[in-house]
């Protein structure tokens, strides 16, 4: 079973600052998923990437397979970037469905 | 292109009872998941159907069931409902099974067990 371990679990910075949060899994995987979770529940899906680097506006996500760790950056980070941030994985073969972090609270203060 | 809805949006029920809730995916979406959230467990994999058959189960216990429609429409159901089961249920669609697609989420099921 796959462990998903999150850091840091709670992060409160300054509009503007570059954020980085960061996901390391214990076995192999075929894809990792970065969801974004605001107050009242809705999650949407931010990227699923299984090597390399995405971008999208202000996030980048990257992968490193070798090393089993993946991370999130936020660049001029906004008030309203603060959610709930949880990283998922498939294991191989999608045996188990997503395994998930326990999140990271985000709160940007203006 | 309408999102995933989920019907109802909240719930009350007490111990004993059972509950079905439902969960429409985007059209053309073969794949819906099912997840409980809850605040010490955080988010767990229940379910996930495809093409009206179950893929994959997590590790939850017999009361929780559910099924998929031939219009790819899902409902999940658990009886005798205990504390315990308060949480938020959120289902998922892609197109492709087994969380290798991107997973688009419904606005979830708030269920109190009193």
């Known amino acids: 079973k796959n462990e998903v371990e999150q850091s840091p679990q709670n992060l409160t910075a300054q509009e503007g600052e570059f954020i980085t949060i960061n996901c390391s899994y214990s076995v192999g995987i075929s894809a990792l998923h970065w969801l974004q979770q605001h107050p009242g529940g809705g999650i949407v899906s931010l990227f699923m990437l299984s090597s390399g680097k995405k971008k999208h506006g202000r996030l980048i996500a990257t992968i490193n397979i070798q090393e089993k760790h993946s991370s999130l950056h936020i660049t001029a980070s906004h008030p309203r970037d603060s959610a709930v941030y949880i990283c998922a994985v498939n294991s191989g073969g999608g045996a188990d469905g997503l395994t998930f972090g326990k999140g990271t609270h985000l709160i940007i203060q203006p | 292109k309408a999102g995933v809805t989920q019907t109802p949006r909240y719930l009350i029920k007490t111990r004993g009872q059972q509950v079905t809730l439902s969960c429409s995916p985007i059209s053309g979406h073969r794949s819906v998941s099912w997840y409980q959230q809850t605040p010490g467990q955080g988010l767990q994999f229940l379910f996930e159907?495809?093409?009206?058959?179950?893929?994959n189960k997590g590790n939850f216990p017999g009361r929780f069931s559910g099924r998929q429609f031939s219009n790819s429409r899902s409902e999940m159901n658990v009886s005798t409902l205990e504390l315990g089961d308060s949480a938020l249920y959120l289902c998922a669609s892609s197109s492709r099974a087994g969380g290798r697609d991107e997973q688009f989420f419904g606005p979830g099921t708030r269920l109190t067990v009193l």
């Open positions: 159907y495809f093409s009206e058959t179950q893929r």
